[in-house]
Structure formats: structure tokens, C-alpha cells
């Protein structure tokens, strides 16, 4: 289900992707910044995580088989926690991302995602 480095922390980061190469790459690119990484490779599992922990920002794929992200997307929205959290979508998929996540198209380039985030 999910790995966690507890490194120093520039804040909690949740990541939720079922590609596990891609997982494991922004994992290090992440923890590289010195971020706190918890990995998830389902919607479900994030879902569920969220119950009880509250990241400062969600990197989420939309194309997963179990709970998709769109699905993650909108329970995201009802979270007790809304707003005190940033999603960054990472998908290949197309469609309309709400207005309150950035996006990332797959594939990318690893600074395309540190540029990302340094805004």
C-alpha cells in the first residue's frame, strides 16, 4: 500500500499513481526536495489515507483502475480538509482539470515537475 521516508520536511506530499516506475521517480525526485513522501499505487488507497492524514499537496494520476482520479478529484472537493491542500494532476489523460489543480502531462521531463512546484 503505501511507503513513507520520514526525512526531513518541507511538507507532507501524497502521491497516487499506479505506473510504479513513475511512482518511484517522483518519489525520489520528491524526497530529493526534501519532502516528507507517502507513495500510493491506487485511488482507493489514497481515498483512505485521507481519512486520516492531511498532505500539504497531492500529486494525482487520473488513469487507475480501481478509483480512478477523476473519482479522487471530486471526493477531494467534499474533503473536510479543502483548501488547506494543492493537487497537481500527472496524466497522460486528457479532460478538464478543476481550476483549483495544476496539471502535468505525461510523460514529462523531471525539471518540468520540480519547475512545477517551485511556483
Not at 499505487?41 to 492524514?53: F, M, N, R, V
Given at each position: 500500500m503505501a511507503v513513507a521516508n520520514r526525512a526531513p520536511a518541507r511538507g507532507r506530499l501524497l502521491i497516487v499513481?499506479?505506473?510504479?516506475?513513475?511512482?518511484?521517480?517522483?518519489?525520489?525526485?520528491?524526497?530529493?526536495?526534501?519532502?516528507?513522501?507517502?507513495?500510493?499505487?491506487?485511488?482507493?488507497?489514497?481515498?483512505?489515507?485521507?481519512?486520516?492524514?492531511?498532505?500539504?499537496?497531492?500529486l494525482l494520476d487520473l488513469e487507475m483502475d480501481d478509483v480512478n482520479g477523476w473519482e479522487v478529484l471530486s471526493a477531494l472537493e467534499r474533503h473536510k480538509d479543502f483548501g488547506k491542500f494543492k493537487v497537481v494532476v500527472v496524466s497522460g489523460a486528457s479532460g478538464r482539470v478543476p481550476k483549483w489543480a495544476g496539471f502535468l502531462k505525461k510523460p514529462f521531463k523531471v525539471e518540468a515537475l520540480e519547475e512545477l512546484l517551485a511556483r
Open positions: 499513481d499506479d505506473d510504479e516506475d513513475i511512482r518511484l521517480m517522483m518519489q525520489d525526485v520528491m524526497e530529493r526536495r526534501g519532502y516528507e513522501v507517502i507513495a500510493v499505487d491506487s485511488g482507493a488507497d489514497a481515498l483512505a489515507l485521507l481519512t486520516y492524514e492531511t498532505p500539504e499537496l497531492i
